[in-house]
């Protein structure tokens, strides 16, 4: 789940747990309770009982529970079978299990690719029409 280099888990926002406010945390952070506000964390899981009302930035993201908020992860982000997401993800890798609730947009870039979102940029997938026909 964590990539080379990540901490062990060092926060937890237990069941019973309602945090209103900014959470920053270095390493690792499990949110089994409440979270209403922004969350800045080198990892962050919530789980199926999680939820966070905010803006995410952080490497990379499990989603057992609910998100209502922006997710903006530099490595990964990941949906489970119960979980429930709406608001945009910004990420380079996405996964979304089967019976995962997703209303929302999803952008997935490289590192060589500017952050930031152009509108009306849109590149069509079908080949040109040709002239004869």
């Known amino acids: 789940m964590f990539g080379k280099g990540s901490r062990k888990l060092e926060t937890i926002v237990g069941n019973d747990t309602r945090i209103a406010g900014k959470v920053s945390v270095k390493g690792t952070v499990r949110v089994d309770g409440i979270v209403e506000g922004d969350v800045q964390a080198d990892w962050v899981v ?19 529970g609910s998100v209502e908020g922006n997710i903006e ?13 709406v608001g945009e993800i910004d990420t380079p890798k996405l996964g979304i299990s089967e019976g995962a609730i997703f209303d929302g947009r999803a952008r997935m870039r490289s590192d ?6 152009q509108e009306g940029n849109i590149r069509s997938l079908l080949p040109p029409k040709s002239a004869g026909g």
Do not use: F, Y
Not at 46 to 53: M, P
Not at 112 to 117: D, H, L, R, S
């Open 73 to 85: 992860a530099t490595e990964t982000v990941e949906l489970r079978e119960k979980s429930t997401m």
């Open 112 to 117: 060589a690719e500017p952050a930031g979102i």
């Open 46 to 64: 919530v789980g199926e009982t999680g939820k966070i009302l905010g803006n995410i930035r952080t490497r990379g993201m499990v989603v057992g």
